[in-house]
């Protein structure tokens, strides 16, 4: 079985800067419409806001679903909105670290055995504004602490560039790898956001392949941008190709872990974004097998002005669009 989840919270009403979309649902009914979704057979659950007021273990059974991952917000309380990880109250970073351990015994308790975390209010906006070497040392202490609560659990961490800080404490690949590499536990792992990636001005299966490289464990969040902003697009719209290699890199480093769709449905029923969604991907997955790994072993090897021209033709070939044999 694929396995492809939707982020809960995109299941009820989501907003940006000017407007709202879509229904108030509550955490129950979020979880209802995904089981409802074609495609779609699990959830990421953020912890606190979609645990409030539910037997999560239990709903979760009786609709099928299975967890991706929780999703500890330590960004949306007011308190946190100066920073949270990386404060200089240690108050608040204790409050913060508290947040995830929470989440990553509920992670335990839902036997999903992972913890996802995209640390966005810690950051800043002007210059001489932070000491940015005091920052990355609160945070990598936060989640030195954290990971070692629970060996059990994966703590994933998750960069961005920017949003809500115009200037991300953890900001691209080589940050992550820099500050799991630095804390050197063994249950860090990556939220792989294939638009954060693009966002970042990296290309995305090298960053995927990378993470392998250094031995980091990745878990892929789905979605697309115009690589100006975290859009949330749906995936492989804009940047197929990327999207593609992704998913083709993925299979050959022998990712067997949830896709899950970080896409924001507005100015369209949730229900059908996702299921088109899942779609979208299941096509991918279908055109990256006919990806043959040797065959690209091969082309690459042609002499270096024939390599590209081949691999394009190959590749357009392999995915079904029609290219007219060459005339001698
Ligand atoms: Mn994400």
Redesign the pocket.
Known sequence: MTKIAVIAGFLGQTRDRFCLYNEVRSPKEKLEAAAEIEGINGVEIIYPYDCQGIELAETLRRLGLGVAAVNVNVKGEPEFAFGSLTSPDPNLRARAVALIKEGMDLARHLGCGRVTV?PLSDGHEYAFQGDYQEEWRRMRDAFAEAAAYAPDVTLSL?YKPSETRVFSTLPNLSAVILMIKEIGLPNLGV?F?IG?SLYAGEHPAQALAMLYYHGLKPYI?VNDNYRNWDWDLIAGAINFWDLLEVVWTARHYGYDDWWTF?VMPARMDPRSCFATSAKLLKAIFAAAKRIDAKELERLRAATRGERVPRILTYLWRAVGIEIAEEKE
Do not use: Q
């Open positions: 995209c998750e939220t956001d954060h969040h970080d």
